[in-house]
């Protein structure tokens, strides 16, 4: 079993009731455990700015399933939620991103782990962060990363 953090992120309709649904079909696969997820975050767009707000968190699985079967299963599960893919880093009713994979790096066309932009942003550090606050990445430990961001852009929400 491989230890494996997801970002998940929603700003289409109800934010909320999309990211438990695909919490739910990531649980229902039977190689697929969940172990614990961060609080949701409202965050501000990033890139494409005439949309609205995200709502976004953390979820920390294991998994039976390798990185390459876990990334079509995620992309089945945006697909049963509608998810269209029209413009780049538009709206969209789910958005799931495999941010890091156990002891598995790739850096390809289909597949980069760990997530190529995951320390540029707060909206997926600050969660990560609080659910594993001694994480590594790349070599930097988390807090350092935290640190180095503008998280003006997010607020918790309970």
Known sequence: MAKVYLGLGSNIGDKKAYLLEAIKKLESHKDIFSLSSSSFY??????????????NL????????????????????????????????????????ILLYENFASDDEKLTIPHPRMKERAF?????????NDILIDGSHIQDIVKKLDSEGIRRVT
């Open 42 to 55: 409202e965050t501000d767009p990033v890139g494409y700015k005439e949309q609205d707000s995200f709502l």
């Open 58 to 97: 953390v979820v920390v699985i294991e998994t039976g399933l390798l990185p390459y079967e876990l990334l079509s299963y995620i992309n089945e599960i945006e697909t049963q939620l509608h998810r269209k893919r029209t413009i780049r880093w538009g709206p969209r009713t789910i958005d799931i991103d």
């Open 124 to 132: 997926v550090m600050i969660p990560l962060w609080e659910i594993n």
